[in-house]
């Protein structure tokens, strides 16, 4: 039986992507086929329907969707745990009388994708990648641990042990964990069953395979610069995460410009049971006050992420403590520069997002200016911070801030005022911008009255007051000339049509023109695709100050957020040292005092722990049904 040559190119692109669903390009749609398309149909609730598949070949399940909704429907597929290979047309139909090549683009997994829909914005989408390290009598559990969020560019390792692993997962909680083929029955028994899990081969996992990957990634000689010279498992993990990406066509990754260290000695590790029984992220009782949604009033995305894991990782060092009290502090007694980062802050797009899709060129023109907003938000927020004197952090915070004025103001000057939301739409580049664009647009926008300024030109010049012009799709446009004026024809117009009662003519400008309106979309589109990538390029050059510019933004909306929650539920500033004493005067748990009933108030409580008189206190479980519900403390 045989196959249509189309079906046949499917197939082998199939065979290439077994684990994975393909999106398979077919003009203005993407489709699915066979057991793809019955998955796809249930999944996303689309239509399943059959194709021919060739001659004497049974009919195939199809399914498919607008490859515009793309951004509807693939997150959709993502978070059901499938892979999704993407499958391309690689020429332009118009320009091959034979099959269009095709080919996978990209490999959208768990936990490699951009989509906003795909992972809510007060959360990172890490991917993970576990290193066994070969067990041994001195070393009997040792293990490299590495985390990349592909939409942010974050990228952080370390090693350790069982235990230390187990927290860091915990922790970051991973959408996807790699690992050695021959390690999955260990993984699941060492950290259970709850992640979506993927083998890479050995290869991917050797030490001068991963450095090699590094350094080329980085541009540097070695890791040794980012402190990983005594850490050859973590940088293992690493290194393997960047080889994933490879195999799954991720391959613009110039934003990704740094790899962090986790240092175990700067945190307070929780484990996944403390996390839980505290409620700082879910409630056990399904009540929606936990500790991070009451401490939670950041107003941007990247400040809620960072929040997550300021909580979720406590400091331990006295320094970055107080330096986050003595900012809070300033907030909670500036209501001037509270209500000035508030204004800056609200609403305001996820720079740590869109500058990983400004480097892999994924940015939408309506992005575009939304970056060019925030950065110009940026300029009030540094005029500020840099005069706080009386709060050091805070002013260095704000020293470092970089406005990147020049990519700023050739985004304005660059961009409609209201761009389309999809790269390709026309409209997206502004006017004055380029000449040849602004002579297209006048033609496409004005094509109508420029044909009745010819229509009333040739009637005037020739004195056959009944001309028209008409347009079909066999002639293009035509002058009509009624038989009573055809002695008045002259003799430059070249007679296309005799009817009835008329003639049809062209003329060399007419046609001119009409080569002109019909190519003028077209041309339009060209230009405004090689201004934007122009400007993609050139912003590009701005992602590291900007990434930087994104982490000192959360940072100040955390703190701001602390300040805002300490004036509404009269917190106070707590005195933080490394002495064995905790004296606490009257303290309210957060999220027990949220749990009241209305009307009722919490029982503030005193604790004295000391190496004097008690060192250790042990509460049983409250009888709910009491007001000791009020005084339980953690």
Same mark, same amino acid.
């Given at each position: ?8 190119? /499917? =197939? ?7 684990? @994975? +669903? ?19 149909? *249930?999944?996303? #609730? ?30 959709? $597929? ?18 091959? *009388? ?14 490699? &994708?951009? #989509? ?26 040792? %293990?490299?641990?590495?985390? +990349? ?6 990228? +952080? ?7 230390? @692993? ?20 260990? %993984? ?6 709850? /992640?979506?899990?993927?083998? $890479?081969?050995?290869?991917? $996992? ?74 700082? %992220? ?120 970089? +406005? ?61 007051? #009944? ?5 079909? &799709?066999? %002639? ?33 400008? $007419? ?92 029982? @503030? ?19 709910? #049904?009491?007001?000791?519900? =009020?005084?339980?403390?953690?």
């Amino acid at each position: 039986m045989k196959e249509t040559p189309m079906m046949e190119q /499917f =197939r082998k692109i199939k065979e290439q992507y077994p684990d @994975a +669903l393909l999106l398979f390009r077919c003009g203005d749609f993407y489709e699915t086929y066979s057991e793809d398309a019955v998955k796809a149909a *249930k999944i996303l #609730s689309i239509t399943l329907t059959h194709r021919n598949n060739g001659t004497n070949s049974a009919p195939t399940e199809m399914a498919g969707f607008p490859f515009h909704a793309l951004d509807t429907y693939l997150p959709k $597929l993502v978070r059901s745990g499938l892979r999704v290979a993407i499958c391309d047309q690689l020429e332009d139909p118009k320009l091959t *009388k034979k099959l269009v090549k095709r080919g996978v683009t990209e490999l959208v997994t768990p936990g490699l &994708n951009y #989509s906003d829909a795909a992972t809510p914005a007060q959360e990172n989408n890490f991917v993970c990648c576990v290193h066994f390290v070969p067990v041994t009598k001195s070393q009997p559990s040792h %293990f490299g641990i590495a985390f +990349l969020d592909i939409s942010t560019g974050e990228f +952080l390792a370390a090693e350790g042990n069982a235990d230390y @692993a187990e927290r860091l997962l915990s922790s970051f909680a991973p959408k996807e964990v790699l690992f050695i083929r021959d390690k999955k029955q260990q %993984f699941e028994q060492l950290f259970g069953t709850k /992640f979506f899990t993927y083998c $890479l081969e050995d290869w991917m $996992l050797t030490l001068e395979s991963c450095t090699e990957r590094l350094t080329r990634q980085f541009g540097t000689q070695n890791v040794k610069g980012f402190g990983f010279a005594s850490l050859p498992n973590a940088v293992i993990a690493a290194g393997g995460i960047l080889h994933y990406l490879d195999i799954t066509q991720h391959l613009q990754t110039g934003h990704i410009q740094h790899l962090s260290r986790i240092e175990a000695d700067r945190y307070v590790w929780l484990d996944p049971f403390t996390v839980r029984n505290l409620e700082m %992220f879910g409630s056990q009782a399904d009540d929606p006050h936990t500790l991070f949604g009451i401490l939670n009033r950041t107003l941007t995305p990247m400040g809620s992420r960072l929040m997550r894991r300021w909580i979720g990782m406590p400091l331990k060092e006295l320094r970055p403590i107080r330096n986050r009290q003595q900012v809070v502090e300033y907030l909670f007694r500036h209501p001037d520069v509270r209500q000035m980062l508030t204004t800056q802050l609200s609403g305001m797009s996820d720079v740590e997002r869109l500058v990983s899709r400004l480097s892999t060129g994924r940015i939408s023109p309506r992005e575009m200016v939304h970056l060019g907003v925030v950065l110009r938000a940026i300029i009030p927020i540094k005029d500020t911070l840099v005069k706080t004197e009386d709060t050091p952090y805070l002013q260095t915070l704000g020293q470092q801030l970089t +406005l990147c004025t020049a990519l700023s103001e050739r985004i304005q000057k660059t961009m409609s005022f209201n761009p389309p939301s999809m790269q390709g739409r026309p409209d997206m580049i502004g006017a004055g911008v380029d000449d040849e664009l602004d002579k297209l647009r006048d033609i496409r926008n004005h094509s109508k009255e420029y044909v009745m300024k010819i229509q009333h030109d040739e009637a005037e010049r020739t004195g056959i007051q #009944s001309l028209k012009i008409g347009y079909n &799709n066999v %002639f293009g446009y035509y002058l009509e000339v009624r038989n009573t004026f055809k002695g008045q024809v002259p003799k430059e117009w070249t007679r296309k049509q005799t009817l009835v009662n008329a003639e049809r003519y062209i003329t060399p400008e $007419l046609k001119e023109y009409e080569e002109q309106i019909l190519t003028a979309d077209d041309k339009i589109q060209i230009i405004e695709n090689r201004i934007y990538m122009d400007l993609m390029t050139y912003g590009g050059q701005f992602a590291a100050d900007i990434q930087t510019n994104a982490n000192i933004l959360a940072q100040l909306d955390c703190l701001l957020s602390f300040a805002l929650v300490a004036e509404e539920y009269h917190y106070v500033c707590p005195e933080v040292n490394e002495g064995l004493k905790i004296d606490i005067r009257q303290g309210r748990h957060p999220v027990i005092e949220r749990h009241l009933p209305a009307g009722e108030t919490y029982i @503030a409580n005193d604790v004295l722990l000391d190496n004097q008189s008690q060192q250790i206190i042990m509460l049983t479980k409250p009888n709910k #049904s009491t007001n000791n519900c =009020r005084r339980k403390l953690h």
